[in-house]
């Protein structure tokens, strides 16, 4: 069955340092990668995708992602963190080769950023 | 990136009552919209699929009576929960795609649902 795992339910990292958010995926094969990120209450920004091409894919407020086949894995980095960042984040992948739309979501991971 | 507006944003209703969400596509035609439903500090499930007008698919464990989804025109689906109870209550999320191989879904802002 398809899945999307997220490790790290609760990061907290100081202001300016720089982050990792893992994701691996379980999928027959490449599926479209997502991320996206909620504030409290609001609905989702999506920051990023891949769909083909560079395994390195920019997003935006400077956030970046790679993809690996090998490791099933799309994890999301930020070379310097904002206390605005902080907020949930959301792996997804969605299937292909319809792409539908249709996504399912990690369970999460919740950012806090130290001042 | 494509506007969705969902509205309301927030409502309380009695237990026993009905409520309806809107979903638009505020700046393109959206061939397909999707509810979610998120629990306090859990991620999103997916409930239900529509595509404009056309029966909604609904995920398994979703039941349809209770959860009416209407897709009538390319910018406009609504959810509607039937006899709603305490829990129900919950955090309900739209999305709406496009037409394209390569196009992602947009999020609305959300509907906080309080059934008391």
């Known amino acids: 069955a398809q899945s999307v795992t997220q490790p790290d339910i609760h990061i907290t990292v100081s202001e300016g340092a720089s982050l990792e958010l893992r994701c691996n995926y379980s999928y027959g094969a490449t599926p479209y990668l997502f991320w996206y990120v909620q504030s409290p209450g609001q609905g989702l920004q999506l920051l990023l995708k891949?769909?083909?091409?560079?395994?390195l894919v920019q997003g935006i407020k400077g956030f970046e992602a790679e993809f690996k086949r090998s490791q099933s894995s799309f994890n999301l980095r930020k070379p310097s963190v904002h206390w605005s960042d902080a907020a949930e984040y959301f792996c997804?992948?969605?299937?292909?080769?319809?792409?539908?739309?249709?996504?399912?979501f990690g369970q999460g991971t919740t950012l806090q950023v130290k001042p | 990136g494509a506007v969705v507006s969902q509205h309301p944003s927030r409502v309380i209703c009695k237990s026993g009552t009905s409520v309806k969400i809107e979903c638009r596509s505020l700046d393109f035609q959206a061939t397909t919209m999707f509810w979610y439903r998120q629990f306090p500090k859990q991620s999103l499930m997916l409930m239900a699929t529509s595509n404009e007008g056309s029966k909604a698919t609904y995920e398994q464990g979703v039941e349809k009576d209770k959860f009416l989804i209407n897709h009538a025109s390319l910018t406009l689906s609504t959810l509607t929960v039937t006899s709603a109870h305490p829990e129900d209550s919950s955090f309900y999320i739209c999305?709406?795609?496009?037409?394209?191989?390569?196009?992602?879904?947009?999020f609305g802002q959300g509907t906080r649902l309080t059934v008391v």
């Open positions: 891949y769909f083909s091409g560079d395994t």
């Open positions: 997804a992948v969605g299937a292909r080769p319809s792409n539908t739309g249709k996504l399912i």
């Open positions: 999305s709406a795609r496009g037409t394209g191989p390569k196009t992602e879904a947009f």
